[in-house]
């Protein structure tokens, strides 16, 4: 029997090493992990925005770009024209008063012998329109775009930048 109690008195005193037995510490607790994870998004975003936001490149832009030229407006006589008359008794006007944005001064001289043709462009295709498609601020952006595009196949092989509305009436 002292056989029998001796093993379990061994095998007793092997649990209790196991039990007692400090539990090794991991190299990394989540705590140094998390803190590390943090420090690499912080170092991170910090480069990604600096590089983002281009002050790691290296090359320069022209000055050129830095001077902005002012732009250059012409005034156009005023044009008043009927309206297409769709079926109604009413004849209807449109006045507008129109301003070309030029993108350089010298060009001035250049459109202003073609400026009868300009106002004829204009009368030619202010006469064809509608009521109707004037409505709504797309129907002035349309007028727009139309008018621009038509001056511009008038002037060219000059061009202006824009078509400018100062007064638009219809009546």
């Not at 008195?9 to 092997?14: L, N």
């Not at 005034?75 to 030029?102: C, F, H, I, M, W």
């Not at 073609?114 to 129907?139: C, H, I, K």
Request: hydrophobic share 45%; proline share 6%; no cysteine.
């Amino acid at each position: 029997m002292a056989g029998k109690t001796k093993k379990k008195a061994e095998a007793a005193d092997a649990e209790a090493d196991t039990e007692e037995a400090p539990k090794a510490k991991p190299k990394f607790s989540r705590k140094m992990i998390i803190i590390a994870a943090a420090a690499v998004l912080v170092l991170g975003g910090g480069a990604g925005g600096y590089l983002f936001l281009g002050h790691g490149s290296k090359v320069e832009k022209p000055k050129e770009e830095a001077k902005a030229k002012p732009a250059t407006f012409v005034d156009l006589p005023d044009v008043l024209v009927n309206l297409a008359n769709s079926g109604s008794e009413r004849t209807q006007y449109l006045k507008v008063k129109v301003v070309l944005e030029l993108p350089d001064a010298g060009l001035v001289e250049r459109i202003k012998p073609l400026m009868p043709r300009v106002m004829d462009a204009f009368q030619t295709y202010l006469r064809e329109l509608r009521p109707t498609d004037l409505d709504g601020s797309a129907g002035l952006y349309r007028l727009k775009e139309e008018l621009t595009r038509r001056v511009n196949a008038v002037l060219a092989p000059n061009h202006i930048d824009a078509v400018l509305f100062k007064e638009i009436v219809v009546q």
